[in-house]
């Protein structure tokens, strides 16, 4: 009963900059923590970020850190992932998720975003 759409992916240079949104509908009161996560080719899904909606206690992968910054705006019901400084292994497809505290696992997920770095 959550839907998920991300948007903001595209092609950069190495050193340049992105911002993805994630916005979500049909949120209930049990999902409060949402992330991001991307698969490159030949490579496992790989979860980068993640924030708690409830206090904004923030995650990131050491692949990311320092780089990339998640944020939310409640009011919207959307998540962030400003991406900085980007290197061409940040090329993947970049989904975003909530976690279901009910189901016990990131339940709701978008259909990705490409972003390409070169």
């Known amino acids: 009963h959550v839907q998920l759409v991300e948007s903001g992916g595209g092609s950069v240079q190495a050193g340049g900059s992105l911002r993805l949104s994630c916005a979500a509908s049909g949120h209930d009161y049990n999902v409060n923590l949402a992330g991001w996560f991307r698969q490159a080719p030949g490579k496992e899904r790989e979860g980068i970020a993640a924030?708690?909606?409830?206090?904004?206690?923030?995650y990131y992968a050491d692949s990311v850190k320092g780089r990339f910054t998640i944020s939310q705006d409640s009011a919207k019901n959307t998540v962030y992932l400003q991406m900085n400084s980007l290197k061409s292994e940040d090329t993947a497809l970049y989904y975003c998720?909530?976690?279901?505290?009910?189901?016990?696992?990131?339940?709701?997920w978008g259909r990705g975003t490409q972003v390409t770095v070169s």
């Open positions: 998720a909530t976690y279901s505290f009910r189901m016990s696992r990131f339940a709701y």
């Open positions: 924030i708690y909606s409830r206090d904004g206690i923030t």
